[in-house]
């Protein structure tokens, strides 16, 4: 951030008077800019068994697989969030059940919700950040295509609650990705 949203001065990163982290402050009208996590909200939604997933046609990770989800949106309860994204994603309408896993991915300023839910019916198609949209056995879920970490922990702690014939609450916590540190040669 580098103008204040309110005046339009410059702002600086600072500690304010009570705080205890360093914020962006305006430099003329003293307002105080917060920066906060964003919601990604998504569905695991069932069909007979099988888990609809997306092939991503954005960015990023492009190609790969994911649930529905996505941003949730001001003015929205994280269960619309959940229906909305599923719809635009999968153009599919699910029924929500309960909040399954949640998923913490501090070093980009992001929490994951998830919710269990079931089709309404067989219905659904690519939407316009998908390339396409399928069932999949929990057999044929392609691990190695998944584009999300937190995707992955999901569907894992799903399909270990389903085979244990009840399903609980998961919560977890992503690091970052350890760099590479290329050297020449």
């Not at 029924?95 to 269990?116: G, K, M, S, T, W």
Request: hydrophobic residues 40%; negative net charge.
């Amino acid at each position: 951030m580098n103008y204040c949203s309110h005046c339009g001065a410059p702002v600086e990163l600072q500690v304010p008077q009570g705080d205890t982290l360093a914020r962006h402050v305006c430099s003329r009208c003293a307002t105080i800019h917060y920066l906060n996590p964003k919601l990604v909200i998504g569905c695991i939604a069932e069909w007979q068994g099988n888990i609809l997933l997306c092939r991503r046609a954005i960015e990023p990770r492009y190609g790969l697989w994911t649930l529905p989800a996505g941003f949730m949106e001001n003015s929205e309860t994280t269960r619309q969030a959940a229906l909305r994204e599923t719809v635009e994603e999968a153009c599919a309408h699910v029924e929500i059940d309960d909040l399954f896993c949640l998923v913490n991915v501090p070093h980009i300023d992001q929490v994951h919700l998830f919710y269990r839910g079931r089709l309404l019916a067989a219905e659904f198609a690519a939407g316009s950040e998908s390339l396409e949209t399928a069932l999949f056995p929990e057999t044929d879920i392609p691990w190695g295509e998944i584009a999300f970490r937190s995707v992955a922990f999901c569907l894992k702690a799903y399909f270990a609650d389903r085979r244990a014939g009840h399903f609980a609450f998961h919560e977890g916590d992503l690091p970052p990705l350890p760099t590479i540190d290329r050297q020449p040669g």
